[in-house]
């Protein structure tokens, strides 16, 4: 047994390394004598014990009723008995006494010993998750330890955490003790092992990248304004600066590439590409389908938020990408519904909607093509839109004379 303050320091230096507190711990030494008691001689009996917190010395004392008769000498003294402890005592007084418990001490002491190391264990447990919590949204760096089920194990040093598939780059493969790097991504209390998520898929997982190979970016000189991403094949990210003073394409790049390229290798050779953010919706558009250069870009709808997009013939394929991927990730960047077109495609479409609306106005016999190309550059592209016309507001339409717009009129009044 410890002695003099000894057993109180010991106490301290628990409560300081393991956050448990020296009451608690007492408590739990109490508990235990008091059911090692029990054990030894029945549980139903009352007693109470007690440990002393300066030299850990343990006392304990069975509490018996004073009766005439005893039915229960658990819980019952005879008075005869009683006043051998106490000369004072009545039929009805309650007697504590003292107990031998140097016959179930070390019980008591192991039992104590096995619940504080649980506590402990559980305290510590404690303290890891709340650290994990804060580290949310974060990047750590870990080995990987096993495979399960397709799912990576990460060693962080402190504890496990899980990269499960879904969180994973397409086709991207470890091996067993291969270092990487994720971001935590949710904390799960209620798993025993490996209660931290891991993920490498995530648009945040890039932004943080670049927030560690960026000093701009850290310091928020420059800021990420939106983030898309394919994992494993492309990310699209939007930055603007709040220094003119400073490019937030060129700051991300680097010299040489220099910071971008150590992001590139670690996301195994996915494209990125960096594009200066714009409240220009023609700009930021166009922007948005780098690599390609666009030769122009038409809203459609402001509204609905629909712009056409149109490349020169040989740079198609590359705007809309494989599967969609540039163009659907430009849209997702931008918020945009984006129609990409080829030049050819779009004189295509203009042919045939001429071709269309010559066939629609062919309803008027003995119009001339000229004449009906006049009416349509003209803003006329339905025979409905000039029914209600006269002549003079044919004649003030460029290359129409008197004699065809009464002809026109003529026209629209025999087919009514």
């Known amino acids: 047994m410890v002695c003099n303050d000894e057993f109180s320091m010991i106490l301290t230096q628990i409560e300081k390394d393991k956050n448990i507190k020296k009451q608690d711990i007492l408590t739990v030494i109490k508990n235990a004598l008091i059911s090692a008691y029990k054990k030894h001689v029945g549980k139903n009996v009352n007693v109470e014990a007690g440990i002393n917190p300066k030299n850990g010395e343990m ?36 007697i504590k006494i003292p107990l031998n418990i140097q016959d179930f001490s070390r019980i008591a002491s192991q039992t104590a010993k096995q619940i504080i190391v649980q506590k402990i264990k559980e ?71 490996s209660f931290v998520v891991l993920s490498r898929s995530r648009p ?44 937030p394409v060129g700051a991300c790049v680097g010299v040489r ?61 590359l705007a809309i990408g494989r599967n969609g991927h540039n163009v659907r990730l430009a849209a997702k960047l931008t918020g945009w519904h984006i129609d990409v077109k080829s030049e050819l495609q779009k004189k295509v479409d203009n042919n045939v909607q001429i071709s269309q609306e010559i066939e629609i106005y062919k309803k008027l016999d003995k119009l001339s093509k000229k004449t009906i190309k006049k009416l349509i550059d003209a ?29 026109i009129v003529e026209l629209i009044n025999i087919k009514q």
Not at 207 to 214: G, P
Not at 279 to 300: M, Q
Not at 393 to 404: H, N, R, S, V
């Open 59 to 94: 006392v304990a004392k069975v509490i018996k009723v004073v009766v005439k008769k005893v039915n229960n000498p658990l819980l019952e003294i005879c008075l005869q008995d009683a006043n051998k402890f106490d000369q004072n005592l009545n039929i009805g007084s309650e």
């Open 257 to 317: 590439g220099a910071r971008v390229k150590p992001i590139i290798d670690e996301l195994k050779g996915e494209k990125i590409d960096l594009i200066s953010y714009s409240i220009d919706a023609v700009k930021y558009i166009s922007g948005a389908l780098s690599p390609v250069k666009v030769i122009s870009v038409n809203i459609i709808s402001q509204k609905e938020n629909k712009a056409e997009v149109l490349v020169s013939d040989d740079k198609l394929s």
């Open 123 to 193: 305290s510590e447990r404690v303290a890891l998750l709340n650290e994990m919590k804060e580290k949310v949204g974060q990047i750590v760096d870990g080995f990987i330890h096993r495979i399960s089920n397709k799912a990576y194990i990460v060693d962080l040093g402190k504890t496990e955490a899980i990269l499960p598939i879904s969180e994973q780059i397409f086709r991207e493969k470890f091996t067993i003790g291969q270092h990487i790097k994720a971001i935590i991504v949710k904390v799960d209390e209620n798993t025993r092992n």
């Open 379 to 407: 803003g006329f592209r339905d025979i409905e839109k000039i029914n209600n016309l006269k002549i003079d507001d044919l004649i003030a339409l460029p290359g129409i004379g008197q004699k065809t717009a009464k002809k």
């Open 204 to 247: 945040e997982f890039v932004k943080r990248l670049f927030e560690s190979e960026v000093p701009e970016i850290y310091e928020k000189i420059v800021e990420i304004a939106n983030i898309v991403r394919f994992p494993g094949i492309r990310t699209k990210i939007a930055v603007l600066s709040h220094n003119p003073k400073v490019d």
